[in-house]
């Protein structure tokens, strides 16, 4: 299996940068992992919510092979346990060999038709995370779960 992180726009802040990188360099140990950005859509100031959304929505279902498991991170979805997570991703690795594609959306959310084409909704907390952040804490979590998987001792219970 493979897992794509896509995110609508660049991560602006160094700090940011070097842990994405510490985490995607750590997760590559455990699985086919890659990271995407996706560029902002021009003159967004422009557009109306529903219209970026749209638009950034049509970004993102290009990036998208026919095959692939959309997975959105959506404060309506699912809230897992470091631990709970790492047994969803486990039996993903049993059972399906489809890549999965976890997807983060611009700061309104996503268009209809990408709520539409989703296999599934992951929401990271409660709390209102900056879409920043979130990268970093989605690709940390990614790490944790393998490394809960494989019985090492990250993950402290």
């Not at 970004?59 to 092979?65: D, E, K, P, S, V």
């Not at 990408?114 to 900056?130: H, W």
């Not at 952040?133 to 090492?152: D, N, P």
Request: charged content about 25%; proline content about 2%; glycine content about 6%.
């Amino acid at each position: 299996m493979k897992i794509t992180l896509l995110s609508i726009g660049k991560t602006n802040f160094t700090y940011l940068r070097e842990g994405l990188s510490l985490y995607i360099d750590r997760l590559q140990h455990y699985i086919s992992f890659e990271y995407k950005e996706i560029p902002d859509v021009r003159n967004a100031k422009n557009l109306s919510q529903e219209q970026l959304k749209t638009q950034e929505g049509e970004l993102i279902l290009q990036r998208l092979g026919s095959n692939d498991e959309l997975l959105l991170l959506d404060e309506n979805g699912r809230q897992f346990s470091s631990i709970t997570f790492a047994g969803e991703l486990e039996k993903r690795l049993l059972y399906s060999s489809k890549p999965l594609v976890i997807a983060i959306g611009g700061a309104f959310g996503f268009s209809a038709q990408v709520y539409q084409r989703a296999n599934d909704k992951l929401s990271l907390s409660a709390m209102t995370f900056s879409h920043q952040m979130v990268r970093l804490i989605t690709v940390e979590q990614l790490y944790r779960a393998f490394t809960i998987i494989k019985g090492e001792p990250y993950h402290h219970r």
